[in-house]
Protein backbone atom coordinates (compact mmCIF):
# COMPACT_ATOMS: atom_id res chain seq x y z
CA UNK A 1 0.00 0.00 0.00
CA UNK A 2 1.15 3.64 -0.21
CA UNK A 3 3.18 5.51 2.44
CA UNK A 4 0.58 8.62 2.30
CA UNK A 5 -2.19 7.05 4.17
CA UNK A 6 -3.19 10.45 5.04
CA UNK A 7 -5.29 10.59 1.02
CA UNK A 8 -6.73 7.10 1.49
CA UNK A 9 -8.62 5.12 4.08
CA UNK A 10 -8.78 1.64 4.33
CA UNK A 11 -12.50 0.12 4.19
CA UNK A 12 -12.15 -3.41 3.88
CA UNK A 13 -9.49 -6.47 4.27
CA UNK A 14 -10.09 -9.96 2.57
CA UNK A 15 -9.43 -13.31 1.24
CA UNK A 16 -11.32 -14.34 -1.31
CA UNK A 17 -10.12 -17.28 -3.57
CA UNK A 18 -6.45 -17.38 -2.63
CA UNK A 19 -6.67 -13.13 -3.53
CA UNK A 20 -5.52 -10.88 -0.41
CA UNK A 21 -8.95 -7.99 -1.61
CA UNK A 22 -8.66 -4.72 -0.03
CA UNK A 23 -11.68 -1.75 -0.49
CA UNK A 24 -10.26 1.20 0.33
CA UNK A 25 -11.84 5.14 -0.90
CA UNK A 26 -9.42 8.35 -1.47
CA UNK A 27 -10.63 11.20 1.31
CA UNK A 28 -12.30 14.69 0.86
CA UNK A 29 -9.15 16.59 -0.04
CA UNK A 30 -8.35 19.36 -2.41
CA UNK A 31 -6.15 18.18 -5.40
CA UNK A 32 -4.41 19.87 -8.12
CA UNK A 33 -5.67 19.89 -11.98
CA UNK A 34 -2.96 18.12 -14.30
CA UNK A 35 -2.94 21.13 -16.29
CA UNK A 36 -3.22 24.26 -14.73
CA UNK A 37 -2.59 23.15 -11.29
CA UNK A 38 -5.87 24.85 -9.65
CA UNK A 39 -6.89 23.05 -6.39
CA UNK A 40 -10.61 21.94 -6.82
CA UNK A 41 -12.68 20.11 -4.17
CA UNK A 42 -15.89 19.96 -6.36
CA UNK A 43 -16.94 15.81 -6.92
CA UNK A 44 -18.26 15.58 -10.46
CA UNK A 45 -18.67 11.46 -9.26
CA UNK A 46 -16.53 8.66 -7.96
CA UNK A 47 -15.90 5.20 -9.44
CA UNK A 48 -13.82 2.45 -8.30
CA UNK A 49 -10.18 1.42 -9.92
CA UNK A 50 -8.39 -1.91 -9.35
CA UNK A 51 -4.94 -2.39 -8.92
CA UNK A 52 -2.73 -5.05 -8.68
CA UNK A 53 0.01 -4.78 -6.23
CA UNK A 54 2.88 -7.17 -4.86
CA UNK A 55 1.93 -10.15 -2.82
CA UNK A 56 1.50 -10.57 0.67
CA UNK A 57 2.32 -13.58 2.58
CA UNK A 58 2.43 -15.36 -1.17
CA UNK A 59 -0.87 -14.64 -1.89
CA UNK A 60 -1.69 -11.92 -4.62
CA UNK A 61 -3.10 -8.27 -3.89
CA UNK A 62 -6.04 -6.60 -5.45
CA UNK A 63 -6.92 -3.18 -4.09
CA UNK A 64 -10.55 -1.99 -5.25
CA UNK A 65 -9.74 1.82 -4.69
CA UNK A 66 -12.63 4.41 -5.17
CA UNK A 67 -11.46 7.66 -6.32
CA UNK A 68 -13.01 11.10 -7.06
CA UNK A 69 -13.72 12.77 -10.66
CA UNK A 70 -13.40 16.33 -10.01
CA UNK A 71 -14.30 19.42 -11.38
CA UNK A 72 -11.70 22.01 -12.58
CA UNK A 73 -12.69 26.07 -11.92
CA UNK A 74 -9.66 28.01 -13.72
CA UNK A 75 -11.44 30.19 -15.75
CA UNK A 76 -8.32 29.34 -18.62
CA UNK A 77 -7.91 26.13 -17.97
CA UNK A 78 -9.58 23.24 -21.33
CA UNK A 79 -9.90 20.66 -18.83
CA UNK A 80 -13.62 20.36 -17.42
CA UNK A 81 -13.35 17.25 -15.40
CA UNK A 82 -10.17 15.52 -13.79
CA UNK A 83 -9.72 12.31 -12.20
CA UNK A 84 -7.36 12.51 -8.96
CA UNK A 85 -4.54 10.71 -8.48
CA UNK A 86 -2.52 9.00 -5.12
CA UNK A 87 1.35 9.41 -4.91
CA UNK A 88 2.74 6.29 -5.00
CA UNK A 89 -0.33 4.37 -5.63
CA UNK A 90 -1.96 5.38 -8.87
CA UNK A 91 -0.81 6.22 -12.15
CA UNK A 92 -3.25 7.26 -15.31
CA UNK A 93 -4.22 4.35 -17.58
CA UNK A 94 -1.93 1.72 -15.11
CA UNK A 95 -3.68 -1.38 -13.60
CA UNK A 96 -0.95 -1.49 -11.15
CA UNK A 97 1.18 -0.04 -8.42
CA UNK A 98 4.43 2.00 -8.93
CA UNK A 99 6.06 -0.68 -6.22
CA UNK A 100 4.44 -3.62 -9.12
CA UNK A 101 5.19 -1.83 -12.51
CA UNK A 102 8.96 -1.80 -10.66
CA UNK A 103 9.17 -5.12 -10.30
CA UNK A 104 7.70 -6.14 -14.02
CA UNK A 105 10.13 -4.00 -15.50
CA UNK A 106 13.14 -4.83 -13.77
CA UNK A 107 12.18 -8.68 -14.75
CA UNK A 108 12.09 -7.79 -18.42
CA UNK A 109 15.45 -6.09 -18.34
CA UNK A 110 17.13 -8.99 -16.31
CA UNK A 111 15.08 -11.86 -17.91
CA UNK A 112 13.47 -10.57 -20.79
CA UNK A 113 10.46 -12.20 -22.39
CA UNK A 114 9.94 -15.83 -21.72
CA UNK A 115 12.55 -15.93 -18.53
CA UNK A 116 10.81 -12.41 -16.71
CA UNK A 117 7.23 -14.54 -17.07
CA UNK A 118 8.58 -17.54 -15.25
CA UNK A 119 9.86 -15.27 -12.55
CA UNK A 120 6.25 -13.18 -12.18
CA UNK A 121 4.44 -16.44 -12.22
CA UNK A 122 6.42 -17.51 -9.01
CA UNK A 123 6.60 -13.89 -7.25
CA UNK A 124 2.48 -14.20 -7.66
CA UNK A 125 2.21 -11.49 -10.84
CA UNK A 126 1.74 -13.97 -13.63
CA UNK A 127 2.14 -12.03 -17.14
CA UNK A 128 2.38 -13.82 -20.29
CA UNK A 129 5.79 -13.33 -21.91
CA UNK A 130 4.84 -11.18 -24.92
CA UNK A 131 3.19 -8.70 -22.02
CA UNK A 132 6.60 -8.28 -20.50
CA UNK A 133 8.58 -7.64 -23.76
CA UNK A 134 5.98 -5.02 -24.49
CA UNK A 135 6.54 -3.43 -20.71
CA UNK A 136 10.43 -3.49 -21.82
CA UNK A 137 10.03 -1.98 -25.37
CA UNK A 138 7.85 1.47 -23.24
CA UNK A 139 10.62 1.64 -20.64
CA UNK A 140 12.56 4.67 -21.41
CA UNK A 141 16.37 4.61 -22.63
CA UNK A 142 18.64 6.09 -20.40
CA UNK A 143 20.10 9.30 -21.24
CA UNK A 144 23.13 8.95 -23.10
CA UNK A 145 26.26 10.79 -21.29
CA UNK A 146 29.63 11.39 -23.88
CA UNK A 147 31.56 8.93 -23.58
CA UNK A 148 35.15 9.64 -22.47
CA UNK A 149 36.73 6.89 -25.06
CA UNK A 150 34.56 6.14 -27.82
CA UNK A 151 34.87 3.23 -30.17
CA UNK A 152 33.86 3.19 -33.91
CA UNK A 153 33.50 0.82 -36.52
CA UNK A 154 31.33 -0.53 -39.01
CA UNK A 155 29.03 -3.39 -39.67
CA UNK A 156 27.63 -5.31 -42.78
CA UNK A 157 23.82 -5.05 -42.93
CA UNK A 158 23.61 -7.09 -46.33
CA UNK A 159 26.02 -7.78 -49.32
CA UNK A 160 28.07 -4.23 -49.57
CA UNK A 161 25.51 -2.31 -47.44
CA UNK A 162 27.27 -1.17 -44.48
CA UNK A 163 26.40 0.84 -41.17
CA UNK A 164 28.42 2.62 -38.25
CA UNK A 165 27.93 1.70 -34.21
CA UNK A 166 29.28 3.64 -31.77
CA UNK A 167 30.22 2.36 -28.56
CA UNK A 168 30.98 3.45 -24.75
CA UNK A 169 34.48 1.70 -24.91
CA UNK A 170 34.25 2.31 -20.66
CA UNK A 171 30.64 0.63 -20.40
CA UNK A 172 30.91 -1.26 -23.34
CA UNK A 173 27.44 -0.39 -23.94
CA UNK A 174 26.02 0.90 -27.73
CA UNK A 175 25.64 4.57 -28.26
CA UNK A 176 24.06 4.79 -31.91
CA UNK A 177 24.27 3.69 -35.02
CA UNK A 178 23.33 4.55 -38.53
CA UNK A 179 23.26 3.55 -41.82
CA UNK A 180 26.48 4.22 -44.07
CA UNK A 181 30.48 4.97 -43.05
CA UNK A 182 31.03 8.12 -44.23
CA UNK A 183 33.20 11.05 -42.47
CA UNK A 184 30.43 13.99 -42.19
CA UNK A 185 28.07 11.95 -40.23
CA UNK A 186 30.47 10.77 -37.58
CA UNK A 187 32.20 14.42 -37.59
CA UNK A 188 28.20 15.89 -36.88
CA UNK A 189 27.78 13.41 -34.30
CA UNK A 190 31.13 14.56 -32.81
CA UNK A 191 30.76 18.16 -32.92
CA UNK A 192 27.35 17.66 -30.76
CA UNK A 193 28.68 15.88 -28.15
CA UNK A 194 32.35 17.51 -26.96
CA UNK A 195 34.58 16.34 -24.97
CA UNK A 196 35.36 12.51 -25.94
CA UNK A 197 39.11 12.45 -25.60
CA UNK A 198 40.05 9.20 -27.18
CA UNK A 199 38.67 7.33 -30.18
CA UNK A 200 39.11 3.94 -30.64
CA UNK A 201 38.77 3.22 -34.77
CA UNK A 202 39.71 0.64 -37.28
CA UNK A 203 42.14 1.73 -40.29
CA UNK A 204 39.17 3.52 -42.29
CA UNK A 205 40.53 6.79 -44.02
CA UNK A 206 36.80 7.48 -43.87
CA UNK A 207 36.58 7.62 -39.40
CA UNK A 208 39.70 9.11 -39.42
CA UNK A 209 38.87 12.20 -41.29
CA UNK A 210 35.50 12.42 -39.48
CA UNK A 211 37.22 12.21 -36.54
CA UNK A 212 39.88 14.98 -37.30
CA UNK A 213 36.73 17.11 -38.40
CA UNK A 214 34.70 16.75 -35.52
CA UNK A 215 36.89 16.33 -32.81
CA UNK A 216 40.82 17.49 -33.32
CA UNK A 217 41.87 17.52 -30.31
CA UNK A 218 41.13 13.96 -29.90
CA UNK A 219 43.49 11.03 -29.37
CA UNK A 220 43.12 8.54 -32.62
CA UNK A 221 44.04 4.57 -31.30
CA UNK A 222 43.34 1.27 -32.59
CA UNK A 223 42.71 -1.80 -30.64
CA UNK A 224 43.40 -4.91 -30.29
CA UNK A 225 41.56 -6.49 -32.62
CA UNK A 226 41.83 -4.60 -35.75
CA UNK A 227 45.74 -4.00 -35.03
CA UNK A 228 45.94 -8.04 -35.01
CA UNK A 229 43.58 -8.31 -37.96
CA UNK A 230 45.94 -5.91 -39.63
CA UNK A 231 49.18 -8.01 -38.76
CA UNK A 232 47.52 -11.18 -39.59
CA UNK A 233 46.60 -9.66 -43.37
CA UNK A 234 50.20 -8.18 -43.71
CA UNK A 235 51.32 -11.74 -43.36
CA UNK A 236 48.74 -13.34 -45.84
CA UNK A 237 49.79 -10.27 -48.14
CA UNK A 238 53.45 -11.56 -47.65
CA UNK A 239 52.85 -15.48 -48.19
CA UNK A 240 50.66 -14.90 -51.03
CA UNK A 241 53.39 -12.61 -52.76
CA UNK A 242 56.07 -16.45 -52.33
CA UNK A 243 53.52 -18.74 -53.03
CA UNK A 244 55.86 -20.43 -55.54
CA UNK A 245 58.85 -20.76 -52.72
CA UNK A 246 55.83 -22.86 -50.42
CA UNK A 247 54.72 -24.91 -53.57
CA UNK A 248 58.67 -25.53 -54.16
CA UNK A 249 58.70 -26.93 -50.19
CA UNK A 250 56.11 -29.72 -50.75
CA UNK A 251 57.69 -33.07 -50.94
CA UNK A 252 57.24 -34.99 -54.48
CA UNK A 253 54.35 -37.57 -54.43
CA UNK A 254 55.93 -41.05 -54.15
CA UNK A 255 54.11 -42.70 -57.28
CA UNK A 256 54.74 -41.01 -60.73
CA UNK A 257 52.06 -38.60 -62.02
CA UNK A 258 48.67 -39.67 -63.38
CA UNK A 259 48.92 -40.47 -67.14
CA UNK A 260 45.80 -38.75 -67.86
CA UNK A 261 48.42 -35.91 -67.93
CA UNK A 262 50.02 -37.30 -71.08
CA UNK A 263 46.10 -37.88 -72.65
CA UNK A 264 45.65 -35.50 -75.76
CA UNK A 265 42.16 -33.88 -74.91
CA UNK A 266 40.84 -30.94 -77.26
CA UNK A 267 41.46 -28.43 -73.93
CA UNK A 268 45.33 -29.10 -73.90
CA UNK A 269 45.17 -28.59 -77.47
CA UNK A 270 43.03 -25.46 -77.47
CA UNK A 271 45.39 -24.38 -74.74
CA UNK A 272 48.88 -25.22 -76.91
CA UNK A 273 47.14 -22.83 -80.11
CA UNK A 274 46.79 -20.18 -78.16
CA UNK A 275 50.08 -20.00 -76.33
CA UNK A 276 51.88 -20.40 -79.81
CA UNK A 277 49.91 -17.12 -81.00
CA UNK A 278 50.15 -15.19 -78.14
CA UNK A 279 53.98 -15.83 -77.59
CA UNK A 280 54.07 -15.30 -81.51
CA UNK A 281 52.41 -11.59 -81.25
CA UNK A 282 54.45 -10.87 -78.05
CA UNK A 283 58.11 -12.15 -78.66
CA UNK A 284 57.89 -9.29 -81.40
CA UNK A 285 57.56 -7.32 -78.55
CA UNK A 286 54.11 -6.19 -78.85
CA UNK A 287 52.51 -5.17 -75.51
CA UNK A 288 49.79 -7.22 -73.74
CA UNK A 289 46.75 -4.68 -75.09
CA UNK A 290 48.01 -4.38 -78.45
CA UNK A 291 48.31 -8.03 -78.75
CA UNK A 292 44.72 -8.64 -76.83
CA UNK A 293 43.27 -6.04 -79.54
CA UNK A 294 45.18 -8.28 -82.83
CA UNK A 295 44.18 -11.63 -81.63
CA UNK A 296 40.58 -10.67 -80.18
CA UNK A 297 40.95 -12.12 -76.58
CA UNK A 298 41.12 -10.61 -72.95
CA UNK A 299 43.84 -9.02 -71.94
CA UNK A 300 43.76 -11.03 -68.63
CA UNK A 301 44.09 -14.45 -71.02
CA UNK A 302 46.63 -12.97 -73.39
CA UNK A 303 48.71 -11.71 -69.51
CA UNK A 304 48.29 -15.76 -68.32
CA UNK A 305 49.68 -16.95 -71.43
CA UNK A 306 52.63 -14.36 -72.27
CA UNK A 307 53.83 -14.62 -68.51
CA UNK A 308 53.69 -18.97 -68.93
CA UNK A 309 56.79 -20.44 -69.67
CA UNK A 310 55.61 -23.64 -71.34
CA UNK A 311 51.88 -24.36 -72.64
CA UNK A 312 51.29 -27.11 -69.81
CA UNK A 313 51.57 -24.17 -67.26
CA UNK A 314 48.36 -23.07 -68.80
CA UNK A 315 46.28 -26.78 -68.60
CA UNK A 316 43.88 -26.59 -65.65
CA UNK A 317 44.86 -29.51 -63.85
CA UNK A 318 42.40 -31.29 -61.43
CA UNK A 319 42.53 -30.94 -57.63
CA UNK A 320 45.18 -33.07 -56.00
CA UNK A 321 43.43 -35.81 -53.94
CA UNK A 322 43.25 -34.96 -50.09
CA UNK A 323 44.20 -37.87 -47.63
CA UNK A 324 41.88 -39.81 -46.08
CA UNK A 325 41.24 -42.24 -43.00
CA UNK A 326 42.13 -45.23 -45.93
CA UNK A 327 45.42 -44.08 -46.59
CA UNK A 328 47.05 -45.94 -43.78
CA UNK A 329 45.60 -49.48 -45.20
CA UNK A 330 46.62 -48.80 -48.25
CA UNK A 331 49.48 -51.26 -48.73
CA UNK A 332 47.48 -53.81 -47.09
CA UNK A 333 45.01 -53.39 -49.94
CA UNK A 334 47.50 -53.69 -52.28
CA UNK A 335 48.73 -56.74 -50.80
CA UNK A 336 45.57 -58.14 -50.31
CA UNK A 337 44.38 -57.88 -53.97
CA UNK A 338 47.82 -59.36 -55.40
CA UNK A 339 46.82 -62.36 -52.75
CA UNK A 340 43.46 -62.81 -54.78
CA UNK A 341 41.47 -61.22 -53.16
CA UNK A 342 39.07 -58.99 -55.11
CA UNK A 343 36.05 -58.66 -52.80
CA UNK A 344 35.44 -54.81 -51.64
CA UNK A 345 33.09 -56.35 -49.06
CA UNK A 346 35.20 -58.61 -47.61
CA UNK A 347 38.29 -56.41 -47.19
CA UNK A 348 36.29 -53.95 -45.81
CA UNK A 349 35.23 -56.28 -42.95
CA UNK A 350 39.59 -57.26 -42.56
CA UNK A 351 40.25 -53.57 -42.09
CA UNK A 352 37.49 -53.15 -39.89
CA UNK A 353 39.75 -56.09 -37.86
CA UNK A 354 42.10 -53.83 -38.18
CA UNK A 355 40.86 -50.67 -36.92
CA UNK A 356 39.51 -48.71 -40.01
CA UNK A 357 36.65 -47.08 -39.13
CA UNK A 358 35.49 -45.55 -42.48
CA UNK A 359 32.17 -46.51 -44.89
CA UNK A 360 32.55 -49.84 -46.96
CA UNK A 361 31.93 -47.46 -50.30
CA UNK A 362 35.23 -45.68 -49.48
CA UNK A 363 37.17 -48.92 -49.69
CA UNK A 364 35.22 -49.80 -52.89
CA UNK A 365 36.08 -46.50 -54.36
CA UNK A 366 39.82 -47.31 -53.67
CA UNK A 367 40.06 -50.66 -55.22
CA UNK A 368 38.26 -49.77 -58.44
CA UNK A 369 41.59 -48.70 -60.25
CA UNK A 370 42.98 -52.28 -59.69
CA UNK A 371 40.07 -54.04 -61.44
CA UNK A 372 41.21 -52.04 -64.49
CA UNK A 373 44.72 -52.51 -64.11
CA UNK A 374 45.63 -49.16 -63.06
CA UNK A 375 47.83 -48.37 -59.95
CA UNK A 376 46.31 -47.33 -56.73
CA UNK A 377 46.34 -43.36 -56.79
CA UNK A 378 48.39 -42.43 -53.19
CA UNK A 379 47.46 -39.11 -51.62
CA UNK A 380 49.88 -35.81 -52.46
CA UNK A 381 50.25 -33.46 -50.01
CA UNK A 382 49.14 -29.90 -51.25
CA UNK A 383 51.06 -26.77 -50.71
CA UNK A 384 50.12 -24.50 -48.03
CA UNK A 385 47.92 -21.68 -49.00
CA UNK A 386 48.90 -18.47 -47.73
CA UNK A 387 45.86 -18.48 -44.72
CA UNK A 388 47.45 -21.53 -43.62
CA UNK A 389 51.18 -19.74 -43.72
CA UNK A 390 49.34 -16.96 -41.72
CA UNK A 391 47.73 -18.88 -39.18
CA UNK A 392 51.07 -20.85 -38.60
CA UNK A 393 53.30 -17.72 -38.34
CA UNK A 394 50.39 -16.20 -35.96
CA UNK A 395 49.72 -18.56 -33.66
CA UNK A 396 51.50 -18.89 -30.13
CA UNK A 397 53.82 -22.57 -30.00
CA UNK A 398 51.28 -23.45 -27.40
CA UNK A 399 48.60 -22.56 -29.21
CA UNK A 400 49.18 -25.11 -31.50
CA UNK A 401 48.16 -28.95 -32.20
CA UNK A 402 50.36 -31.04 -34.55
CA UNK A 403 47.75 -31.48 -37.06
CA UNK A 404 48.82 -27.88 -37.74
CA UNK A 405 52.36 -28.52 -38.63
CA UNK A 406 52.81 -29.29 -42.18
CA UNK A 407 55.95 -29.64 -44.33
CA UNK A 408 56.43 -26.90 -45.93
CA UNK A 409 56.27 -24.83 -42.23
CA UNK A 410 59.94 -24.11 -42.40
CA UNK A 411 60.31 -22.80 -45.45
CA UNK A 412 57.15 -20.18 -44.29
CA UNK A 413 59.31 -18.87 -42.02
CA UNK A 414 62.25 -18.74 -43.38
CA UNK A 415 61.17 -16.86 -46.46
CA UNK A 416 59.26 -14.00 -44.02
CA UNK A 417 62.25 -13.61 -41.69
CA UNK A 418 60.67 -14.59 -39.05
CA UNK A 419 62.36 -17.77 -36.40
CA UNK A 420 60.53 -20.27 -34.66
CA UNK A 421 59.46 -19.91 -30.96
CA UNK A 422 59.54 -16.03 -31.51
CA UNK A 423 56.25 -15.49 -33.14
CA UNK A 424 54.18 -12.44 -31.00
CA UNK A 425 51.18 -14.23 -29.97
CA UNK A 426 47.80 -12.78 -29.98
Not at 34 to 59: E, I, K, N
Not at 171 to 180: E, K, N
Request: a positive charge; glycine letters at 8%; charged letters at 25%.
Amino acid sequence: MSPHLDAVRVERVAVENGVVCISACTRELPVGCPDCAGVSARVHSRYVRTLADLAVGGRPVSIGLSVRRLFCDGPHCGRRTFAEQVDELTVRYQRRTPLLQHLVEMAAVLLAGRGGARLLQILNAPMSRTSVLFHLMRMPLPPAATPRVLGVDDFALYAEVYGTLLVDADTRLPLTLWAGRDAEQLAAWLREHPGVETVCRDGSLQYRQGISDGAPNATQVSDRFHLWQGLSKRVADIAAAHRGCLSAAVPEPATPASPSDLIDTPARRHAKRLFEAVHAVTDTGCSINAAARELGLDWRTVRKYARAATWQDCVRRPRPRQPTALDPYMDYLRQRWEEGEHTAKLLHQELLAKGYRGHYQRVKMAVAPLRRGLPIDMPRERPPSPRQVARWITTTPPRRGLHTIGAAEPTAHALLGVERGTRPGP
